[in-house]
Nanobody, 126 residues
Framework: QVQLVESGGGLVQAGGSLRLSCAAS????????MGWFRQAPGKEREFVTA????????DYAASVKGRFTISRDNSKNTVDLQMISLKPEDTAVYYC???????????????????WGQGTQVTVSP
């Protein structure tokens, strides 16, 4: 099993920045992909971004491309989400996720991820 513990989140004003972190423990050697998803009230969970553990590939949802940056530190078993130019529509619970399987270049499917953090609330005020 892999355990994911998130930190960060909070209330920021539109145009502001926030950095989320996710620490992985357990069978971290099995992780191939780390990703971030988010879910707003009344909406489905949606893909935000992902990075292969090797760091060779990243992927971003169109809504966050150019504003969000995912990074990982394999030595620390952490993955961060740097968010800038935040918008009210970014308000959601953000989840860290890990996939052990080879995803073949498609990283946006939530059901491909076996391990999930508890989520952290990000609220962006107008």
């Amino acid at each position: 099993q892999v355990q994911l513990v998130e930190s960060g989140g909070g209330l920021v004003q539109a145009g502001g920045s926030l950095r989320l972190s996710c620490a992985a423990s357990g069978r971290t050697f099995s992780i191939n992909v780390m990703g971030w998803f988010r879910q707003a009230p009344g909406k489905e969970r949606e893909f935000v971004t992902a990075v292969t553990w090797s760091g060779s590939t990243t992927d971003y949802a169109a809504s966050v491309k150019g504003r969000f940056t995912i990074s990982r530190d394999n030595s620390k078993n952490t993955v961060d989400l740097q968010m800038i130019s935040l918008k009210p529509e970014d308000t959601a619970v953000y989840y860290c996720a890990a996939a052990a399987a080879y995803l073949g270049g498609t990283y946006s499917r939530d059901y491909d991820y076996a391990y999930w953090g508890q989520g952290t609330q990000v609220t962006v005020s107008p």
